[in-house]
């Protein structure tokens, strides 16, 4: 942020009017200088780092199946008592999840069940999109929590980005991972 | 017959000033918008056409459908006059602000304005002083507490500016030798005022912002201590007939400050028309308020009555006087 | 043209009005402002006799009215200020702290 | 068209000043005022006298008015606005009314002076001249222009003071005093 460089200018600059001019000279550069905000839902969209802790994700293993092993050490931990874990046993005999809901309006995006997992398969991912108009919408259940989007590597850009009403269950549809996306702090340090 | 000839320029004019005048605030929205996003460093609207240039409309469309709220104890004839009181002086400012040099249209001459008064100056001041009315009406006929408080304050507001603004003209009038908005402007062609007379400007320039309530003195709508102030009860149609007054305000004020200190017309460069170029000028004018607006904060009570009786006021007849020595 | 006697009737007219809200009205602010009208229709007659005998005079005399009318609301609206600050009423009939 | 004018602008100036003596709320009294006294402005510039009339809109409604209206509204008087006439029979008044209406009707109907001046009246000139008003007011008139502004002068100060309060006097002085004790 750039500051006004007025100095203590006297009855001198009090009379002339220093200090406002000040003001105007720095406003009027403001006026001409790029702008700062996001475009947000209709052209770009920023990506938080990766240390964000965001919508939930499950991970898979390499023949497809979740890594999840139903232990609910998850839901045991979770402060807000949002996680419904029941397990059962597939056909190779492996103990996985029936059901693994996680209500969204309960969760505090806290990241303890991330720690907790012993079998790294829930994550906390970028995604903040999760507002919604009917409340049962936001219990997601295990085929949400697989289908969400992974962790995004370029945390901490902007992405080009474009609004659809009426699309699916985001609204709001990016472009590919590392396409054209810049470092928005790029022009907020500038100034300084 | 004859009569109705001799009254069809008059009428022409009066439909293009009062058509223009309707439509003027559609563009000003746009433009404070905009320019307060810019300052502020962000973009404005932008969805509604091409970088927001249809959002006026929008907001109008919104304005007109909202529900006429008329608050329960309210002086209801009053409520319903004030905005409609708010609204005539701006128009009538605009019977003597001539726009140009007479023009020939079809081999007769048309004067760009819609009465050359031997007294224009002087209308268009007591004019705009009782713009104040419709402040009044709205505050005292809401019944409501802040409305009331803005009403007052207005009123304190206008007739101690009122004196300042009255003063500081009067080195220009003193020398065009005339209060003809026209012979003004002609007395200005080899000088702007604003050089002979920058305390004179100076003045007038401040005390015609208080003039017209607009930042950095709006204390009668301040929002930050009144709700809204006088039209804190106002809504929809209504509302937008006061934000509708506001904006032809400040383009009187700024058309104002360009006739008297700025050569109206005067030093066109050579490809535009002298109308096209004092509308520019408006245009500047307008543009330098909002940019005002948008730096200053809200002065406190006690001190807009401290600079408006112990500043500006000696500063004015100081003017006077100079000036008035000089020209001897 | 409009005859001369036209003003002379308006101003007879807005002068009996202003005496009618004069005597007859209880609040003070009222007594007030009717007393103005009367300057008023006053100071039509000054000004359209000025205007039939071609005369500037009937003009100066009412500039000299509307600038003695001035002092004399700024003075009296203090008064009443005063008087209501010292728990008196607007009502004409109770202002009698002159009486001996 | 003069005339049409004339009537015009003279009924809404009577029904304003009716107005002005019935409306029970003071504040519609001082608006009805107001647009009575617009009306008589604009009946000046028919007269041949625009600065005159401006001069009305300054100061009349401009400034006069303007105060009228805010010591209406500091005053607070929606209580006062119950009874609108005197309580006791106002006869007297009524009496002295009709008197002055019937003086007014008669010297207006038989005053043989008041007839020799009016006549069909003047044209309404155009644009009359500024100059040579400011030249009578500041040459003959100068010493009543300088009592004037003295007697101005003096109102302002006379107002100033009755408007000052004793008691805020003495408040001011309350409140500095414990401050300076506890220094």
């Known amino acids: 942020m750039a500051r006004t460089s007025v100095k203590k200018a006297g009855w001198i600059g009090r009379v002339f009017f220093l200090d406002l001019l000040a003001g105007l000279r720095l406003t009027l550069r403001y006026m001409f200088s790029k702008t700062v905000t996001h475009r947000y839902p209709d052209h770009e969209k920023w990506v938080p780092y990766e240390r964000h802790r965001g919508h939930h994700f499950i991970k898979t293993n390499d023949e497809g199946d979740v890594n999840c092993v139903a232990c609910e050490l998850c839901s045991q931990i979770c402060p807000c008592d949002c996680i419904t874990v029941i397990p059962y046993e597939n056909e190779k005999g492996d103990r996985r999840p029936k059901v693994f809901d996680i209500n969204l309006a309960r969760c505090l995006y806290c990241g303890l069940c991330e720690d907790a997992c012993p079998a790294d398969a829930i994550k906390l991912g970028q995604e903040y999109e999760v507002a919604c108009d009917h409340r049962p919408k936001l219990v997601v259940h295990l085929e949400d929590l697989v289908a969400a989007p992974r962790k995004a590597e370029d945390g901490g850009q902007v992405r080009p980005a474009r609004l659809e009403p009426g699309g699916k269950r985001r609204s709001v549809a990016t472009a590919a991972a590392g396409a054209e996306s810049h470092d928005w702090w790029r022009h907020i340090r500038k100034g300084k | ?328 | ?100 | 068209m003069e005339q049409a004018f004339f009537l015009l602008l003279s009924a809404v100036a009577v029904g304003a000043g009716l107005l002005v003596v019935i409306a029970r709320d003071p504040i519609h009294s001082a608006l009805a005022l107001v647009a009575c006294l617009v009306q008589i402005a604009a009946l000046y510039v028919l007269l041949g006298a625009p600065f005159l009339a401006v001069i009305q809109i300054f100061v009349y409604v401009g400034a006069v008015m303007v105060l009228f209206l805010f010591v209406i509204m500091m005053l607070d008087v929606r209580k006062e606005a119950q009874a609108r006439f005197l309580p006791k029979a106002p006869l007297p008044g009524l009496i002295v009314l009709v008197i002055l209406a019937g003086e007014l009707i008669f010297l207006l109907l038989q005053s043989a002076r008041l007839h020799a001046v009016m006549g069909p009246g003047q044209p309404v000139s155009e644009q009359p001249p500024v100059a040579e008003l400011s030249l009578l007011l500041f040459q003959e008139y100068l010493l009543p222009f300088e009592v004037a502004s003295v007697i101005l002068l003096v109102a302002l100060i006379g107002a100033v003071v009755l408007a000052r309060s004793d008691e805020a006097d003495k408040n001011a002085a309350q409140r500095k005093a414990p401050r300076g004790a506890a220094r």
């Open chain 3, 1 to 100: 043209m409009i005859p001369a006697a036209w003003y002379l009737i308006l101003a007879a007219v807005l002068f009996v009005i202003g005496a009618a809200g004069v005597l007859l009205r209880r609040n003070v602010l009222i007594v007030l402002m009717s007393l103005e009208l009367m300057l008023n229709s006053v100071t039509i007659n000054l000004v359209a006799f000025g205007h039939v005998l071609q005369d500037l005079r009937g003009q100066i005399i009412a500039i000299f009215i509307i600038a003695i009318t001035a002092a004399e609301v700024a003075v009296a609206l203090g008064i009443l200020v005063a008087l209501l600050r010292n728990n008196h009423s607007l009502e004409v009939d109770e202002l009698t702290v002159m009486k001996g």
């Open chain 2, 1 to 328: 017959m004859e009569y109705v000839l001799a009254l069809l320029p008059m009428l022409v004019k009066m439909a293009i000033v009062v058509g223009v005048l309707l439509l003027l605030p559609l563009p000003l929205t746009w433009m404070e918008r905009k320019i307060a996003a810019h300052i502020q460093q962000r973009p404005g609207p932008m969805r509604v056409g091409w970088h927001g240039l249809l959002q006026p409309l929008a907001d109008a469309l919104k304005l007109l459908t909202k529900e006429d709220h008329i608050p329960a104890e309210a002086d209801r004839r009053l409520f319903a006059m004030a905005p409609v009181v708010a609204l005539v002086p701006p128009f009538l400012v605009f019977t003597a602000i001539p726009f140009g040099e007479p023009v020939q249209v079809f081999g007769t001459e048309v004067t760009l304005m819609l009465s050359d008064m031997n007294v224009g100056l002087l209308f268009i001041l007591a004019v705009s002083g009782i713009g104040v009315f419709g402040t009044i009406l709205a505050g005292w006929a809401s019944n409501s507490k802040y409305a009331v408080l803005g009403s007052l304050r207005s009123i304190a507001q206008m007739i101690s500016y009122e004196i300042p603004m009255g003063f500081s003209v009067i080195g220009v009038v003193m020398l065009a030798n005339s209060m003809n908005l026209s012979r003004i402007v002609a007395a200005q062609e080899d000088l702007w005022n604003v050089v002979v007379q920058p305390v004179g400007f100076f003045v007038f320039f401040i005390a015609g912002l208080a003039e017209a309530q607009r930042i950095p003195f709006d204390l009668p709508e301040a929002e930050g201590d009144l709700g809204a102030g006088y039209h804190t009860e106002y809504s929809g149609i209504r509302f937008s007939l006061f934000m509708l007054a506001e904006y032809l305000v400040v383009v009187m004020l700024a058309a104002l400050n360009v006739l008297l200190f700025f050569g109206g017309w005067q030093g066109s460069p050579f490809f535009l028309p002298d109308t096209v170029w004092f509308l520019l000028k408006i245009g500047f004018f307008v543009w330098v308020f909002m940019w005002f607006r948008f730096t200053f904060p809200r002065y406190r009570y006690d001190q807009l009555m401290a600079i408006g009786w112990k500043v500006l006021l000696p500063l004015s007849l100081l003017n006077i006087l100079v000036s008035g020595i000089l020209m001897l």
